[in-house]
């Protein structure tokens, strides 16, 4: 499926981040905005949510957590008990480290691997970008067209007006 | 707006756009091999393969061919290992610690010291695997049933612990490494023109678009995996030297030694990275990123964590005297006075008196002073190791099994291979990966510079940069208005 899309080019973080906020009470939906670096500030100007990533951080690292000291406790306590030392067979203060160090484990392959999910990145051949100059020195806004022959030209004026140095149009084939 | 101060120094020097960054980080990637790189790629390759003969020799006549006697069962193995370990923990206080911190200049030298990190835990991990004679049966240390024909892994070593730190700490460091270098790989994947090459940087690239969306998580990510690196990179070496402490050989049974290994490790990390970052500013002509600023702090790390150890190291001696115990007063005067003198004199020497020249504030701002400071660093902290080790293990209860360690053609040869090894890694990662973090170092353009690369108008496509420390007021877009308020 081909999509239309108008492509605002920024210079400046601060032009885009007042650009986004005009835009948006101009009542246009923002289809995405690309820039080189993490813009601080643009999650709120977007709207964009915050992430939830931490809860589940949080949660791989209490598997990770829970994991360890079973693993432990069932196999030096349960599964085959050893005097060691004359300790006792489970004996907590030692499996600290070991418990630490897999919450550590599980929380952060955890939340990479997720990040990788719900982000859609996974290594691939080709990479469709909207302007290659997103990942160097541009911001680029995208705002999705529908078929209105004088959108274009409505779009082009407003991001004007707002600061874009260049507008441009894209079609971009997604699945 | 971002918070301009007259007071703050730029971290970035030169006047430098968003695409100057760019060029000059990615200068050295599109390049070809020029000959300086290829020349020290071969030195370094001809040490990789004093590397692998001395590996053949270990493995195909055994532990043997190693200086190790009866008495002294460790010794360059472990000197190595623990010195290699110490080194990568600067990468990670680089970044993670710091970035709990807000320490923004970190940025620039963030991505070289997180590679070496990793290149210097690979190298640490030769160390224990060779020494276990048979390292195709390696995977023993992880906990498998005992169809294998022994028990289950014995959870209360400190031997043990040490395999999940190692190996935790390597994956997580690794994994947070990539994290970073996703945005690069796009910015390099998108200016290539070669079709390998650009196949080559997309599939590294993980198809990274720069999205908002995906900056935000992305963000995330990155100040959680720090908050996990932290306690992560303080308990590996805590274990690490637990794995001396819990013993009651005298020398190393001392309560002392985590917060005093930690600090060694931050101490040797941050001179080797100095000894890095001196040569790899001046290689790829990084001058404007990694500027004497970034050299001048990070010499005040090295002079903190030097003299913590100085302090350890004094602690030690008074802690030895006052348990009066006499086998613990033993290991400490036959440090200093007995035949290994002179490595604990070199010790001494090289960690307490070289960190004090940083005081020096000509010192701590002169490039060769620093690169010469590093060196000496690294050597000390080697030496830390091997009387800890070896000093603590020569004499020990009786007197008839007292003997001298002396290092074979093997130990030396699969040390310096190490070495070779580091290199080779370095070198190569340093040709093909963006060796500053360009996404991050541009957030951090603005920093200090009054006016910075700032919009200019509607047709303006040349930034406009006043020159830096003129305290003058932020040029602002006469279309933009001023009161936005940006959480920084």
Same mark, same amino acid.
């Given at each position: ?175 | ?216 998580? #992305?963000?995330?990510?990155?100040? %959680?995996?720090? +908050?996990? &690196?932290?306690? $992560?990179? /303080?308990?590996?070496? *805590?274990? =690490? ?18 917060? #005093?290994?930690?600090?060694?490790? %931050?101490?040797? +990390?941050? &001179?080797?990275? $100095?000894? /890095?970052?001196?040569? *790899?500013? =001046? ?24 003299? %913590? ?180």
């Amino acid at each position: 499926m081909t999509k239309r899309f108008a492509l605002g080019i920024f210079d400046d973080e601060d032009v885009l981040l007042h650009a986004i906020e005009n835009i948006r009470a101009a009542g246009v939906k923002i289809h995405d905005v690309f820039s080189p670096y993490p813009v601080h500030g643009i999650d709120d100007a977007l709207g964009i949510e915050r992430s939830r990533l931490p809860i589940a951080a949080f949660f791989f690292g209490l598997t990770g957590l829970s994991f360890a000291l079973w693993m432990q406790i069932y196999m030096l306590g349960f599964d085959w008990p050893m005097i060691i030392g004359g300790k006792p067979h489970i004996a907590l203060p030692a499996f600290i480290p070991v418990s630490f160090e897999m919450t550590v484990l599980f929380c952060a392959h955890g939340m990479v691997l997720t990040f990788f999910t719900i982000s859609k990145l996974y290594p691939r051949w080709k990479v469709p970008v909207m302007d290659v100059r997103a990942t160097d020195d541009k911001f680029v806004m995208a705002i999705e067209l529908k078929d209105d022959a004088s959108e274009l030209s409505r779009l082009t004026q407003l991001l004007r007006e707002n600061g874009a140095s260049e507008v441009n149009e894209k079609e971009m084939t997604q699945k | 707006m971002q918070h301009v101060s007259p007071v703050r120094e730029p971290l970035v020097t030169g006047g430098k756009t968003y695409h100057d960054i760019t060029q000059d980080v990615c200068r050295q990637v599109e390049a070809k091999p020029n000959i300086r790189w290829m020349a020290a790629l071969s030195v370094a390759l001809f040490f990789l393969g004093i590397f692998f003969y001395s590996v053949y020799r270990t493995l195909w006549y055994g532990i043997g061919e190693w200086g190790l006697n009866k008495t002294v069962g460790w010794a360059w193995d472990i000197t190595n290992f623990v010195w290699w370990v110490g080194i990568g923990h600067a990468g990670t206080l680089i970044s993670a610690v710091l970035l709990l911190f807000r320490q923004k200049w970190r940025s620039s030298i963030n991505r070289a010291a997180e590679a070496m990190t990793i290149f210097a835990v690979i190298c640490a991990a030769m160390f224990p695997v060779l020494h276990m004679g048979r390292p195709w049966l390696a995977y023993w240390v992880f906990p498998f049933q005992n169809t294998f024909g022994s028990l289950w892994v014995n959870f209360n070593s400190p031997l043990l612990w040490d395999v999940f730190a190692i190996s935790t700490y390597f994956s997580v460091s690794l994994v947070f490494w990539y994290i970073g270098l996703i945005p690069d790989f796009a910015t390099i994947r998108d200016r290539a023109k070669g079709p390998i090459a650009k196949r080559a940087y997309a599939l590294l690239s993980f198809g990274w678009k720069g999205s908002a969306k995906a900056w935000s998580r #992305y963000e995330t990510v990155s100040l %959680i995996l720090a +908050g996990v &690196a932290t306690p $992560l990179v /303080l308990s590996v070496h *805590t274990i =690490v030297s637990m794995d001396f402490a819990t013993s009651v050989v005298p020398g190393w049974h001392t309560t002392i030694f985590p917060p #005093y290994f930690v600090a060694g490790a %931050i101490f040797s +990390g941050f &001179a080797m990275v $100095l000894t /890095l970052m001196l040569i *790899t500013r =001046v290689v790829f002509k990084l001058e404007d990123y990694i500027t004497i600023e970034h050299i001048a702090l990070m010499n005040k790390i090295m002079m903190i964590t030097g003299s %913590i150890v100085g302090v350890a190291y004094i602690t030690e001696f008074f802690i030895a005297w006052y348990s009066q115990v006499e086998f613990e007063q033993y290991a400490f005067i036959n440090r200093a006075t007995g035949p290994y003198w002179w490595a604990y004199a070199s010790m001494m020497t090289c960690n307490v008196i070289t960190p004090q020249l940083v005081w020096f504030r000509r010192i701590r701002y002169s490039i060769p002073a620093t690169f010469i400071l590093s060196i000496i660093v690294n050597i000390g902290m080697w030496f830390e190791r091997f009387v800890i080790i070896v000093t603590s293990l020569h004499r020990d209860y009786l007197p008839s099994s007292w003997v001298m360690f002396s290092p074979t053609w093997v130990d030396i040869g699969i040390y310096v291979g190490t070495l070779g090894l580091f290199f080779t890694l370095f070198l190569l990662f340093a040709k093909f990966f963006p060796v500053v973090n360009m996404a991050e170092v541009k957030t951090i353009l603005k920093y200090g510079v009054d006016n910075g690369p700032t919009y200019t108008g509607h047709h303006g496509h040349a930034h406009q940069v006043a020159p830096a420390h003129q305290p003058v007021a932020p040029a602002i877009p006469a279309s933009a208005p001023v009161n936005y308020n940006k959480h920084d």
